[in-house]
């Protein structure tokens, strides 16, 4: 698929989106305005808490991803061992056991986390899994030339990661980077589990008091929507920023 097909196929998805959009938007206006707008300061505040668990948990996991990255791709066994199974155990779980294992299962060792910074941290460590592999995978897509020159230039092999191999993988993950943080904002849903009222759990409130499940619901997807699609922008305006010219294809 060339360039241009490439344009057409994105501006007719845009333009599917924004039909949609529209049409979800007058439904709510038409249907539901008066639940929505007479309950706007509880969406607002449980809108501000999503925020917070995604933002929190994103840095959180980001920060986890690159130590088990860079773990996962050390010469040292038993580093490499650690981190990988870190991953697996992580990956290969559900995330709403690691949640029910922080909240419910620490309480018998008498650690008592509260709701929040349970979400936050099992977000965190579930998503550092997740960005650990894909930031393995932009370390080992450099070509090994370049950590070869860098040495043979005087550098360490901390030097040549961090000035060298480090800041061209980054680029090249930002979009695999990205639907990680896609996942996370979908996931802090989650927090619905262990009664944090965030927007999911506003949204279950609302529906029993007032059984309009069809005006509710759909308000609700829409401002996911809303946040994961602006999430999508920025991070894309992030990649055009930063493109390595001459290497990635334009977008």
Partial sequence: ?????????????????????????AYVLASGSSII???????????LVT?????????????????????????NFFIKGISTVYVEILRGTPLLIQ?????????????NIDALPTIIFALGMNSGAYQAEIIRGGIQS???????A?????????????????????????????????????????AYVISLVELTKLGNILEAQTFQPFIIFPFLALVYFTLTYATSNIMGLVERKYRIPGYMESG
């Fill in 99 to 111: 949640i029910f294992f922080i909240y419910y299962g620490l309480p018998a060792l008498h650690i």
């Fill in 1 to 25: 698929m060339n360039l241009r097909q490439n344009m057409l196929t994105q501006k007719r998805t845009l333009t599917t989106i924004a039909v949609i959009i529209v049409i979800i938007i």
């Fill in 142 to 148: 450099i070509p090994k030339g370049q950590m070869e």
């Fill in 51 to 75: 925020l917070e668990i995604s933002i929190f948990s994103i840095v959180i996991g980001y920060a986890i991803g690159i130590i088990v990255g860079l773990g996962r791709i050390s010469n």
């Fill in 37 to 47: 707008t007479s309950n706007s300061d509880r969406f607002i505040n449980a809108i």
């Fill in 150 to 190: 860098a040495r043979s230039s005087g550098m360490s092999y901390f030097q040549a990661m961090r000035h060298v191999i480090l800041p061209q993988s980054f680029r090249l993950i930002i979009p695999p980077i990205t639907n990680e943080y896609v996942t996370v904002i979908k996931d802090s849903s989650l």
